[in-house]
């Protein structure tokens, strides 16, 4: 279950400690926390991108990506206190995905603010979505 996550905080971590990133990070058959981190202007397809494993994302800021700014494919995962604005796809999307998102704010994305795809479960709590294309 998702209390499985606190493990990965000994596993893997991309930690940025409010460093302004703009190179994605794809880790595949991995897992993944991200916490107290800024994305912005991610030229590449997703900004954070995660493929078959655990994610953890907290409080972090994506800002003005030209696709995604989160894409969850085959993950256990937990996003909270994050916020989203003006990315140019979907700020979240998730596929064969169980995910929780709380205490979030998603603006102005250009397609989705959450994009639920085929086989995936997302619990939605105390989360904005506003002025998106589509909201899920």
Same mark, same amino acid.
């Given at each position: 279950?998702? =209390?499985?996550?606190?493990? /990965?905080?000994?596993?893997?971590?991309?930690?940025?400690?409010?460093?302004? /990133? @703009?190179? !994605?990070?794809? !880790?595949?058959?991995? &897992?993944?926390?991200?916490? +107290?981190?800024? +994305?912005?202007? *991610?030229?590449?397809?997703?900004?954070?991108?995660?493929?078959?494993?655990?994610?953890?994302?907290? &409080?972090?800021?994506?800002?003005?990506?030209?696709?995604?700014?989160?894409?969850?494919?085959?993950?256990?995962?937990?996003?909270?206190? *994050?916020? +989203?604005? %003006? *990315?140019?796809?979907?700020?979240?999307?998730? =596929? %064969?995905?169980?995910?929780?998102?709380?205490?979030?704010?998603?603006?102005?994305?250009? &397609?989705?603010?959450?994009?639920?795809?085929? @086989?995936?479960?997302? &619990?939605?709590?105390?989360?904005?979505?506003?002025? @998106?294309?589509?909201?899920?």
């Amino acid at each position: 279950g998702l =209390s499985r996550l606190d493990e /990965l905080e000994r596993r893997s971590r991309i930690d940025h400690h409010l460093e302004e /990133l @703009n190179n !994605p990070r794809t !880790p595949t058959r991995g &897992d993944v926390v991200v916490d +107290f981190s800024r +994305f912005v202007d *991610c030229e590449a397809e997703d900004a954070v991108s995660v493929k078959n494993g655990r994610a953890r994302i907290e &409080d972090t800021y994506f800002a003005g990506h030209r696709s995604d700014a989160v894409d969850f494919d085959f993950v256990e995962g937990r996003i909270a206190g *994050c916020q +989203f604005s %003006g *990315c140019g796809g979907d700020a979240i999307d998730v =596929s %064969g995905s169980k995910v929780t998102i709380v205490d979030g704010r998603i603006e102005n994305a250009g &397609d989705k603010g959450i994009s639920v795809g085929e @086989n995936s479960r997302v &619990d939605i709590t105390d989360t904005q979505l506003l002025n @998106n294309a589509i909201g899920v």
